[in-house]
């Protein structure tokens, strides 16, 4: 799913104009950015936590040009830790219909 067609859902789903979902995401990239560039984490409650961590510095040698090395420096890279919450909506309703669904919680918190 391209950009343009989430953020035209996200506007259908919250009844917004596709401009002001533009806007929303626009400002939302700018202060994640801003804040994980000063080192903090981003929590949002039932989704996850944004935050950052280093890569290690490596060597790569270039094979077809025999003895010449190449340094790539570390670098941040940006890492999103799924809620529980979230997790739990993936897996269980993605794949397993309700009335299934209700039947294995019926199965399991009657089996005693």
């Known amino acids: 799913m391209l950009k343009k067609e989430f953020l035209d859902k ?5 009844g917004l104009y596709k401009y ?8 939302f ?3 994640l950015i801003e804040e994980l ?5 981003i929590k949002i409650d039932c989704f996850g936590t944004f935050y950052t961590s280093e890569s290690k510095e490596y060597k790569i040698i270039n ?4 003895n010449s090395e190449c340094q790539v420096p570390a670098q941040k890279r940006i890492r999103l830790k799924p809620s529980k919450i979230i997790k739990r909506k993936l897996n269980i309703l993605m794949f ?3 009335n ?6 019926d199965y399991c918190l009657n089996r005693s």
């Open 96 to 98: 397993i219909p309700i």
């Open 37 to 41: 560039r000063q080192g903090e984490k």
């Open 10 to 14: 996200v506007a259908e789903n919250a």
């Open 20 to 27: 002001q979902a533009y806007m929303f995401w626009k400002a």
């Open 63 to 66: 094979t077809i040009a025999k």
């Open 29 to 31: 990239e700018e202060v």
């Open 100 to 105: 299934s669904f209700l039947q294995v919680c």
